[in-house]
Each structure stands twice: as C-alpha cells, then as structure tokens.
C-alpha cells in the first residue's frame, strides 16, 4: 500500500526566505507527483503535476522535483511571501490495478510566512 | 465561473441523522472522485465514478455511506445514522478520462460536515 508522508509537518519562516518542502512515497510506481495549496477550510488548488518521466516543474516561484527511484520529491519557494501561508500537500497516483485513478495523499506541511 | 461546486459548503447535523452533499463536476468531465479530509489530515479517497459507473469504493465507504451519479453529471453523496466519526471535509473532484489515460483531478471547495 502506498504511503505518503511530508516532513516538516509545520514550518515557521521570515518573509524573503527561500524553503524547501519535503515529500516521500514508498511505492516507486507511480503514474505522476502533484503538489497542491489548501488554505483553512477551503478546497485544493494544484500547484504543480509531475509525470513520472519528468525530474522537475516549475511555475513562477514554485519549482518541484521528483526522483522516483529514491522516493522523493521537494517544493522549492523562492522568497516567500506572507500570501504563501497556507498548507501544502503532497500526492501520488500509483501504477496498480484498482487504483490507478485516485490519489494518495500525505498529511501536508502547514507553512506561515511571517512578514 | 467553471470549476467544480459543491453544496451546501457547511452542514451541522446532529448525530443520527442523514445528510446528502452534491458536487457538480466540470461539465466535460466524464469522471468524479470524493474524498474526505479529517484535520490535520491529508484527503482520503472513497469513491470513483466513470459517467453513471460507481467503478471503485474504499474501505472507507462504510455502507452507511452511498454515491450516486445517476445521469453522468452531478453527484450525491449521502451518510445514513451520521457519527461523531463523520465530521470531516468532503471533497469532490472531476477530471477527464478515457481507457487507461490518467488526467489532472480538478477539486471543489468542499463541504464541511458537522456531526453534534
């Protein structure tokens, strides 16, 4: 069964700061890598979808990477701004039967951008 | 605006009662998806439909729990005898799809369900 788990589970920074989130899968097989954006109690808005053959998206200050052998994919915020507080999750689409078409989720990194 | 809906956007209802959600997909979307999201949680799948097909459930789809799509366009997700245990996001998305080809999942605002 796939995992997905985001380390940190929060993060506290100084507005200006670049940071890196942190994601990781247990199962390598998988379909693609998205990010998303939720702010509190609202619905999610995609940030940035890797297939499996890429190594890296970006979009504007947002670049992710994925090494699929390893596990791993990191969201990169250049100079972050108090509007990027929000939580970020993580999730994956696995290759099997049965659930190639719904996503697995981690628990997200909850982000404050203090100005 | 085009996006996926969802209504109502907050429920509060005492335990024991049923309540339906509806979601309305993207319109040329043939596929929808709920997920319930509890805090501090990421969203967890429970259900799948291809136009009118309910194609996959979770174990987390008790059977007080039924979806429904009954002309391939919007949803209905109804909880019988709700619990405590209830009380959670649900979220619908929508996406394209066709054989084997697996597309981007566009997601609603959500429902907040709670259960006194």
């Known amino acids: 069964k796939q995992e997905v788990t985001q380390i940190p589970a929060a993060l506290s920074v100084p507005e200006g700061e670049n940071l890196v989130l942190n994601c990781s899968f247990t199962d390598s097989a998988i379909y693609n890598l998205q990010w998303f954006r939720q702010d509190p109690g609202k619905g999610l808005t995609s940030l940035l979808l890797?297939?499996?053959?890429?190594r890296e998206q970006t979009s504007g200050r947002l670049n992710a990477s994925l090494d699929k052998s390893s596990g791993r994919s990191t969201l990169y915020i250049a100079a972050s701004q108090p509007g990027d507080s929000a939580t970020y999750l993580c999730?994956?689409?696995?290759?099997?039967?049965?659930?190639?078409?719904?996503?697995?989720f981690g628990s997200g990194t909850q982000l404050t951008v203090l100005p | 605006d085009t996006g996926v809906s969802q209504n109502p956007r907050h429920k509060i209802t005492k335990r024991g009662q049923n309540v339906t959600f509806r979601c309305d997909p993207i319109?040329?979307?043939?596929?929808l998806y709920w997920y319930r999201q509890t805090l501090g949680q990421g969203p967890e799948f429970l259900t799948y439909?291809?136009?009118?097909?309910?194609?996959?459930k979770s174990r987390l789809l008790s059977d007080r729990f039924s979806a429904e799509r009954p002309k391939g366009s919007f949803s209905t997700l109804e909880i019988q005898r709700t619990e405590q245990g209830d009380s959670a996001m649900y979220l619908c998305?929508?996406?394209?799809?066709?054989?084997?080809?697996?597309?981007?999942?566009?997601f609603g605002p959500g429902t907040r369900l709670t259960v006194t």
């Open positions: 890797i297939q499996s053959s890429q």
């Open positions: 998305a929508s996406s394209l799809g066709g054989g084997s080809q697996i597309y981007e999942q566009y």
């Open positions: 439909f291809q136009n009118e097909a309910q194609l996959e």
């Open positions: 999730a994956v689409r696995v290759i099997s039967s049965g659930s190639a078409r719904q996503l697995t």
């Open positions: 319109s040329e979307h043939n596929r």
